[in-house]
């Protein structure tokens, strides 16, 4: 079964870090593009990052850039997000989504698996 | 940026009737390849997001046949042919041509 579980979600102050974990698995993680989406409370959807399959390339939303840094960690089949200088905005639900591809297409036409997410919380 | 627009915001259904739902992009999403990048999700209480369709009028896998889209390269539109108490839920659609991809605000759809 293919499966994706976020961890590393809590509570911090405005200010602080933290780091997401993604661990897949049920699939070849390192021929997937992977990304990050955001839920804050009670509101919609925000796709946050994109890492290649091969981690060179990585795309920001501007709400997060120089602030966030997406990884991976192909060995153990793992994604990362790590945020630094959190505010309050950033509060929300985090998940991880792969990219989804269609036969005979180049390149990724959305994204099909997603994890339950992590929750993360910044107040003081 | 591509901004999504759908209407309606909320969608009171009966079951067993038609339902659908509009999504507008602020500029084409048509491909090199011919396909348009309209996605659409449905997301119910406490869930993940979950694919529907994806290039605009595929079915992804699992997904029932009463789900359908078509449209343009501007334009989606999710139908549902005849609705079912587990399709209430938050539609969303989104585009999947460009990052930063972009979501629309979402359909609350819910049984009348």
């Not at chain 1, 870090?17 to 955001?38: D, H, I, K, Q, Y």
């Amino acid at each position: 079964e293919v499966q994706l579980v976020e961890s590393g979600g809590g509570s911090v102050q405005p200010g602080g870090s933290l780091r997401l974990s993604c661990a897949m698995s049920g699939f070849t993680f390192n021929s997937f593009e992977m990304n990050w989406v955001r839920q804050a409370p009670g509101k919609g959807l925000e796709w946050v990052s994109y890492i290649s399959s091969n981690g060179i390339t990585r795309y920001y939303a501007d709400s997060v850039k120089g602030r966030f840094t997406i990884a991976r960690d192909d060995a153990k089949n793992s994604l990362f997000l790590q945020m630094n200088s959190l505010r309050a905005e950033d509060t929300a639900v985090y998940y991880c989504a792969r990219t989804m591809y269609a036969w005979g297409l180049l390149g990724g036409v959305g994204m099909d698996v997603w994890g339950q997410g992590t929750t993360v919380t910044v107040s003081s | 940026d591509i901004v999504m627009t759908q209407s309606p915001l909320s969608l009171p259904v009966t079951p067993g009737e038609p339902a659908s739902i509009s999504c507008r992009s602020s500029q084409s999403l048509l491909h090199s390849n011919g396909y348009n990048y309209f996605n659409w999700y449905l997301q119910k209480p406490g869930q993940p997001p979950h694919l529907l369709i994806y290039l605009s009028s595929k079915r992804a896998s699992g997904v029932p046949d009463r789900f359908s889209a078509s449209g343009s390269d501007t334009d989606s539109t999710l139908k549902i042919s005849t609705v079912e108490a587990e399709d209430v839920g938050v539609y969303y659609c989104m585009q999947a041509l460009q990052t930063p991809y972009t979501f629309g605000l979402g359909t609350k759809v819910e049984i009348k």
